[in-house]
């Protein structure tokens, strides 16, 4: 959960307000080792993590005409 903290701080989660798991993982992540389950905190943990060490492909486009980037990365 260490892990995650700063990602949740900066705001790059997302979570659905309307969605039907959204209280009971609220509930998980808020209440992470005092509670009486942390299967979604895991998972969480476990995602937040995974991505942290997953490669994100780079898209590069070109002037067909003169070979030149027009972006380098988006």
């Known amino acids: ?33 005092a509670g009486h389950h942390d299967d979604m905190a895991d998972i969480m943990s476990q995602a937040a993590s995974w991505l942290l060490q997953a490669s994100i492909p780079t898209v590069r486009i070109y002037n067909a005409f003169t070979g030149q980037p027009i972006y380098d990365s988006f």
């Not at 995650?4 to 080792?33: C, H, K, L, S």
């Open 1 to 33: 959960m260490f892990a995650a903290a700063p990602e949740w701080q900066a705001g790059d989660w997302y979570v659905d307000r309307n969605a039907a798991w959204t209280g009971p993982f609220i509930v998980q992540i808020t209440m992470f080792q």
